[in-house]
């Protein structure tokens, strides 16, 4: 069973800066890509970033490139997402997830997201 903890949410102001953290358990952690999804009110749950286990990295939303930049740390089974230049737009509950199967790169197919951590909000005042 993986359990996935994100953490780094908040309130930013437009232009502000936030960093999220997602903790992992496992001890394959560095075998399986990682993503970060987010979900705003009324929209469909949308992919923001992935990594695979080795750091290759799915391009960004289009919402989202140039601004976020999702890395991690396997020797700490942790994902990251730095996010510059937020805009109102981007609030939303954020999720960590793991994409199915090992050794993969990962696309956008929500589906290939198996588990997947409670989310942090994340709000951008205008």
């Known amino acids: 069973q993986v359990q996935l903890i994100e953490s780094g949410g908040g309130l930013v102001q437009a232009g502000g800066s936030l960093r999220l953290s997602c903790a992992a358990s496992?001890?394959?952690?560095?075998?399986?890509?990682m993503g970060w999804l987010r979900q705003a009110p009324g929209k469909e749950r949308e992919l923001v970033a992935a990594?695979?286990?080795?750091?290759?990295?799915?391009p960004y939303a289009d919402s989202v490139k140039g601004r976020f930049t999702v890395s991690r740390d396997n020797a700490k089974n942790m994902v990251y997402l730095e996010m510059n230049s937020m805009k109102p737009e981007d609030t939303a509950i954020y999720f960590c997830?793991?994409?199915?199967?090992?050794?993969?790169?990962?696309?956008?197919?929500?589906?290939?997201?198996?588990?997947w951590g409670q989310g942090t909000q994340v709000t951008v005042s205008s």
């Open positions: 496992g001890r394959t952690f560095s075998s399986f890509a």
């Open positions: 990594i695979s286990g080795g750091g290759v990295i799915t």
């Open positions: 997830a793991t994409y199915r199967g090992a050794y993969r790169v990962p696309t956008p197919d929500l589906y290939e997201y198996t588990y």
